[in-house]
C-alpha cells in the first residue's frame, strides 16, 4: 500500500492507540494526542492542490480480491480532496473544542476518540475510493461509528432512540445502495467509478439503468437527510455538541451529497435524476426550513435548518445536471448550480459548524438550550454572541458574509429552471424558483431566531441552572475560526474559486471539461439589479414582518396532527413490528427442544428434495461398487439392533449401551474399509461418550413406572423418515454423480512432496486443512470456557447462598 492508503486508515488504526494512552495518561486530556493526526492529515491532503487544480488526479491500487475487481482504489481529484479537506479541517476544530467540552474527569474519553476516530477514517475512505464495494465498506463505517457517537451518552433513553433511528434508516439507505452498485456492476462489468462513468452513455440503454439510478439515490437520500428520511437528523442532536458539530455541518450528512456529486456522470443525463434530485432537494429545503421555525430547542433548530441547507446544495446539484444537456453553455450559464452547489456547501461546513458550536457553549455556560429560557446572554457572551451573529447571518444569506453570495447563486440556478426548455421545466420548473424563495423566507426567520431569542431581551435568572459566561478562550477558538472563514470567504470567495471550487465542478461534470469547455468559478458581489437581487429583498423584506408577527401565524403548525407525522409514522412502525415479531416468535418458540427440531428438519427436506428434483441430481450408479462380503452384512445388522434398540429400550442404561455399540460397529467399518486411524478415533470417542453419558444419567431421577409414554404422532414420524430418506438419496446421489474429479489424486501427489508428511489423513488436517482444524480447536475452547464459567458461576452462588 501506498502512502495515500495508510492516510486513510491512519484514523483506525490510531483509535486502537486511544484506550492505551487514556489509560497511561489520564492527567493530560486524550484528545491533546488525538488532535494531532487530523492536523496531520489535513496538512497532507492540502498538498495535492496544485494538482487537482491543474486538473490532475492522484490514482493508487492496492490490490484486495482481484478476482471480484474489489481493490482498493485511492483516488483523489477536485471533488474528493474537497471533501478530505473538510474532514480533515473540521474535525481538528472539533477535537480541539472537545477538549475543552468533555470534562476528562468525568466522561469516558477514550471511547469518544475511538468512535470519532473511527468515523474519520471512515468518512475518508468513503470520498477517495474509486471501488463501489470499497466505498460501501466504509460507508456502513460510517453507519456504525455514528450510530456509536450518538449513543455515546448511552445512559440517556433519547441518546439510544436517536442513535438506533439513525442507524436503521442509514443502514436501509445503505442496503439499498449495494443493489444498485451491484446492478452496475452487471451493467457495465467493473466497480471502478472511473471506468463506470466513461460506460455511461452504454450504461443508459440498459434496462437495469433506472432500477440502479433509484438504489443509489435511496442511499444518497437517507445519508443526507432528505425528506421524507430527514426524521433521523432532529433526534440526532441527542450526541455531544462536538459530534453534532462534525457529523452534521462538514462530514456524515454530505456523505450523501458526495454521493450525488460523484455518481453525477453516469446518471445525470436522465431526466428522472434531474427531477428526483432537484424536487426532493428543493422541497427538502422547504420542509426543513418551515419546520425549523417551530422549534425551541437551539441544536433541534440547527437540526431542521441542516435538513433544509442539504436540501438546497441537493436541488442544486439535480439542477445543475441541466448542463450536460446543453451544448453551447453561453458561459456556462447552467453551470451556475453546480458551481452554489460546491460553494454552498463549503459554506455551509463553516457557518454551520460555528452555530452548532455556540449552541454547545450557551448549554455548556448556562445548563439548557430551550430558548423559552435564554434571553439577554449578549452582555454576559459578547464574544460568543458575535460568532452567533455572523454564522446566522450568513446562514440567512445576509450580506457581506459567503452565506449571501452562495445563496445569490443558488437564487440564480432556480431563476434559470425558467430558461430550460428540456423535461418541462419551462412550464412545471416553475416549483423551483417558488419553494426556494419560500424556503429562503424561512430560512431568515429561523436564523433571526437562533440569534436573538437567545442573547438578546430579557434575561431570565431563574430558568437557567448556572449562572451565565463567557466561555474558556480554548473553547472559542474553533468557533472564532470557523466564524472568520465566514467573513473571510464572504469578502474574498475567489481565494476558493480556482483551487477548490473549480476542480471540484469538473469532476462532478468530467464530460464537458472533456469536450474543451472551461470551468469559469469567478465570484463578485455585484451583478446589477437581477431577479435574484430582488427575491433577496423580498426575503428580508418578509422575513422581518413574519419575525415580528409570529405569535400570531405560529399556530398554522397545529394543523397537522401529530399522530400524522413522519415521527409519529416510524415509530408506529416499529413499534408495530415489534409486536408482530414478538407474537409471531411466541407462536413457534414452543421451549421444547422437539419442536426446534420439527422446524429444521422439515426445511432440510424440503430444500433437500426441491434441490434434488430442480437440479436433476439425483442418480443411481452400481457399476463402481465393490462387493459386500460377509462380515460387512453381519456388521450392518448389528448396527440396526443396536438403534432400533437405542429407540424402544425402557431402561436408561440400556438406550445408552445400545448407542454405544452402534458406535462401536461403526469403528468396526474403519478397520474393514483399513482406515486404523478413524477406527482410533471412532473408538475414543465413543468412548468418552457413553462414560459422560452414563455419568450424566446417574445423576437424573430414576424413571417412575407411572410415567406416561408419549403418544405416537404421524408428523414426528413423517419427519424422521423423510430425513432417513433424503440423507439417503443424498448418499446415493453423491456417489454415482461425479461432477468433478476427485480430490484424492491431488493430495496423492502433494502430501509427501509439497507437505512432507507421510500420513496422509494426518497432513490433511493438519496443512491442507489447517485453518478448518484450528478454527474447530477455537471452537471447543470457547465452549471449554462457557462451560467452566457456568460451574465456578454456580459455585458462587452456592457460597453466597
Known amino acids: 500500500m501506498t502512502l495515500l492508503h495508510w492516510a486513510i486508515i491512519s484514523p483506525f488504526l490510531f483509535a486502537v492507540l486511544i484506550p492505551f494512552l487514556y489509560k497511561a495518561l489520564r492527567q493530560v486530556h486524550t484528545g491533546w494526542f488525538v488532535l494531532l493526526l487530523p492536523v496531520a492529515l489535513f496538512s497532507y491532503f492540502i498538498q495535492f492542490m496544485p494538482v487537482t487544480s491543474d486538473g490532475g488526479a492522484i490514482k493508487e491500487t492496492a490490490e484486495w480480491m482481484p478476482s471480484f475487481d474489489i481493490n482498493f482504489t485511492a483516488y483523489i481529484d477536485g471533488l474528493g480532496l474537497l471533501f478530505a479537506l473538510l474532514i480533515t479541517g473540521i474535525g481538528s476544530l472539533v477535537v480541539l473544542y472537545s477538549i475543552y467540552y468533555l470534562d476528562k474527569k468525568r466522561e469516558q474519553l477514550h471511547n469518544f476518540y475511538v468512535y470519532l476516530m473511527m468515523f474519520m477514517g471512515a468518512m475518508l475512505g468513503v470520498v477517495l475510493s474509486d471501488n463501489l464495494i470499497v466505498l460501501y465498506m466504509f460507508w456502513e463505517f460510517t453507519s456504525i461509528s455514528s450510530f456509536l457517537l450518538i449513543g455515546y451518552w448511552y445512559h440517556r433513553e433519547r441518546s439510544r432512540y436517536g442513535a438506533l433511528k439513525s442507524m436503521l434508516i442509514t443502514v436501509f439507505g445503505g442496503l439499498s445502495m449495494l443493489g444498485g452498485f451491484i446492478l452496475l456492476y452487471l451493467m457495465g462489468g467493473t466497480f471502478s467509478i472511473r471506468e463506470l462513468i466513461s460506460q455511461s452513455d452504454f450504461l443508459m440503454s440498459e434496462a437495469l439503468f433506472i432500477p440502479a439510478m433509484l438504489l443509489v439515490l435511496l442511499g444518497a437520500f437517507t445519508k443526507s437527510a432528505q425528506f421524507p428520511f430527514h426524521i433521523w437528523l432532529p433526534d440526532a442532536m441527542e450526541a455531544p455538541t462536538p459530534v453534532s458539530a462534525y457529523l452534521h455541518s462538514a462530514t456524515m450528512v454530505k456523505a450523501g451529497i458526495y454521493l450525488v456529486a460523484r455518481m453525477s456522470p453516469v446518471f445525470a443525463e436522465t431526466s428522472l435524476w434531474l427531477w428526483l434530485v432537484g424536487g426532493f432537494g428543493i422541497f427538502t429545503l422547504f420542509w426543513g426550513s418551515y419546520n425549523a421555525v417551530k422549534q425551541t430547542d437551539l441544536k433541534a433548530i440547527l437540526a431542521f435548518s441542516t435538513v433544509s441547507q442539504l436540501g438546497l446544495i441537493m436541488s442544486l446539484l439535480g439542477v445543475g445536471a441541466a448542463a450536460l444537456h446543453y451544448t453551447h453553455l453561453d458561459d456556462n450559464i447552467y453551470m451556475v448550480a453546480t458551481l452554489a452547489a460546491v460553494f454552498h456547501l463549503i459554506n455551509h461546513a463553516t457557518f454551520k459548524g460555528s452555530l452548532f458550536m455556540v449552541a454547545g457553549i450557551v448549554d455548556h455556560e448556562t445548563g439548557t438550550r430551550d430558548i423559552r429560557k435564554l434571553g439577554g446572554l ?65 430560512t431568515f426567520i429561523y436564523s433571526m431566531i437562533l440569534v436573538f431569542k437567545t442573547f438578546t431581551g430579557e434575561h431570565q435568572p431563574d430558568k437557567l441552572e448556572k449562572k451565565p459566561h463567557e466561555a474558556p478562550l480554548g473553547m472559542l477558538i474553533s468557533p472564532i475560526i470557523l466564524a472568520s472563514l465566514v467573513v473571510v470567504f464572504g469578502f474574498f470567495p475567489n481565494i476558493l474559486s480556482e483551487r ?91 421451549g421444547f427442544i422437539r419442536s426446534y427440531l420439527v422446524y429444521i428438519f422439515a426445511f432440510f427436506i424440503g430444500i433437500a428434495l426441491f434441490g434434488l428434483w430442480f437440479k436433476g441430481a439425483f442418480a443411481f450408479n452400481t457399476v463402481e461398487l465393490a462387493p459386500i462380503g460377509i462380515y460387512e452384512i453381519a456388521i450392518a445388522l448389528l448396527l440396526v439392533i443396536s438403534s432400533l434398540t437405542t429407540l424402544f429400550a425402557k431402561s436408561r442404561l440400556t438406550s445408552i449401551i445400545s448407542l454405544g455399540a452402534a458406535g462401536y460397529t461403526v469403528s468396526l467399518f474403519f478397520v474393514l474399509f483399513r482406515a486404523p486411524d478413524l477406527a482410533l478415533t471412532q473408538l475414543v470417542i465413543e468412548t468418552v461418550s457413553v462414560a459422560l453419558f452414563l455419568l450424566c444419567f446417574y445423576h437424573l431421577p430414576k424413571m417412575s413406572r407411572h410415567e406416561t409414554r408419549v403418544k405416537f404422532k404421524i408428523e414426528n414420524a413423517v419427519i424422521a423418515v423423510g430425513v432417513g430418506v433424503v440423507v439417503t438419496l443424498f448418499a446415493i446421489s453423491s456417489y454415482s454423480t461425479k461432477l468433478f474429479d476427485s480430490i484424492s489424486s491431488y493430495y496423492i501427489k502433494n502430501v509427501y512432496d509439497v507437505a512432507h508428511g507421510k500420513n496422509m489423513v494426518n497432513v490433511i488436517l493438519v496443512d491442507f486443512r489447517g485453518f478448518d482444524t484450528l478454527f474447530e480447536i477455537c471452537v471447543l475452547a470457547i465452549a471449554s470456557l462457557g462451560i467452566y464459567s457456568m460451574i465456578k458461576l454456580r459455585l458462587t452462588r452456592r457460597k453466597e447462598g
Open 378 to 442: 449578549m452582555s454576559f457572551m459578547p464574544i460568543t454572541f458575535t460568532i452567533a451573529i455572523i454564522g446566522a447571518f450568513s446562514m440567512a444569506g445576509l450580506p457581506p458574509f459567503n452565506g449571501f453570495l452562495s445563496k445569490e447563486m443558488f437564487f440564480t440556478g432556480m431563476v434559470r429552471v425558467l430558461e430550460m426548455d428540456i423535461f418541462s421545466l419551462d412550464t412545471a420548473g416553475i416549483l423551483f424558483p417558488v419553494l426556494a424563495w419560500v424556503g429562503s423566507v424561512f
Open 500 to 590: 477548490i471550487i473549480a476542480p471540484a465542478v469538473a469532476a462532478i461534470t468530467p464530460s464537458l471539461v472533456e469536450e474543451g469547455h472551461e470551468i469559469k468559478a469567478h465570484i463578485s458581489f455585484w451583478h446589477g439589479p437581477t431577479p435574484e437581487l430582488f427575491m433577496t429583498f423580498g426575503v428580508i423584506l418578509f422575513g422581518i414582518l413574519l419575525y415580528h408577527l409570529l405569535p400570531k401565524w405560529k399556530k398554522v403548525y397545529s394543523w397537522i396532527p401529530e399522530r400524522l407525522s413522519l415521527n409519529s409514522i416510524y415509530d408506529g412502525f416499529l413499534s408495530g413490528g415489534e409486536r408482530s415479531a414478538s407474537s409471531f416468535t411466541k407462536g413457534y418458540m414452543t
